[in-house]
């Protein structure tokens, strides 16, 4: 998403909203809705668009436990070549104070601003980010195109890296980081216990269906 050929629709509460896409063409508005969803004390007025949800970053950085409201712009701009245009994109919205723009992310793109969060409450969000995911393929909302060939050989890839990874790791490098008082160490563990939280099933899907030929 970028900032052209951007086109304005009537949101449910009367708002109005507009969305660029400068690489697959303007997302169909024609059912914009504001809906409610709540992380602890962080309630999104999401919107849902072309079947997704998208959150607003000044949202997603209070669930996040920011107390700056550019703390995620400034995580995005860091990595922002690690994002899609399914991913995020800038909201033109019309409020009281005339029309300001507003940068959203798609769950998969707030999952991923997550992970490059350091704040003690990140790990949850994401969980709860996956929650919302799960439910939208069960729903049928979730995009169904994709490569399998290629989806398989990188999930198998990423698989076998993390696994290395962590033989790395249990081998003695975690032992030598505590020995030189490293502070990120305790970071860099539940990193990995995340990585497996995803690998762990994914592998074991790869094997039941390998002879199929599909993951799912």
């Known amino acids: 998403m970028g900032s052209k050929n951007g086109e304005t629709r009537q949101c449910a509460n009367t708002n ?41 970053a000044i949202e997603i950085g209070k669930a996040l436990g920011y107390a700056d409201e550019k703390a995620v712009q400034r995580i995005y701009s860091r990595h922002a070549d690690e994002f899609t245009d399914k991913m995020t994109g800038v909201v033109k919205v ?18 991923l601003i997550a992970m490059f969060s350091r704040t003690p409450i990140a790990k949850e969000f994401r969980r709860w980010v996956l929650d919302i995911l799960d439910r939208e393929v069960a729903q049928g909302n979730a995009h169904p195109a994709f490569d399998f060939d290629r989806a398989a050989y990188n999930a198998r890839a990423i698989s076998m890296n993390i696994k290395v ?14 020995l030189i008082d490293y502070r990120h160490g305790g970071d860099i563990s539940e990193r990995l216990a995340d990585l497996s939280f995803f690998t762990a099933p994914l592998e074991e899907s790869l094997s039941k269906h390998e002879k199929k030929g599909r993951i799912h």
């Not at 690489?23 to 997704?52: C, K, P, W, Y």
């Not at 723009?101 to 769950?107: G, K």
């Not at 962590?166 to 030598?176: D, V």
């Open 165 to 178: 990874i962590k033989e790395i790791w249990r081998g003695g490098l975690e032992e030598a980081l505590r």
């Open 16 to 56: 109005r909203a507009s969305i660029e896409n400068n690489r697959i063409g303007n997302i169909d508005m024609n059912s914009v809705q504001n809906n409610e969803l709540t992380f602890h004390n962080t309630t999104f007025s999401h919107m849902e668009m072309a079947g997704q949800v998208w959150l607003t």
């Open 94 to 111: 019309t409020t009281p104070r005339g029309m300001q723009e507003s940068r959203v992310f798609s769950l998969r793109g707030a999952h």
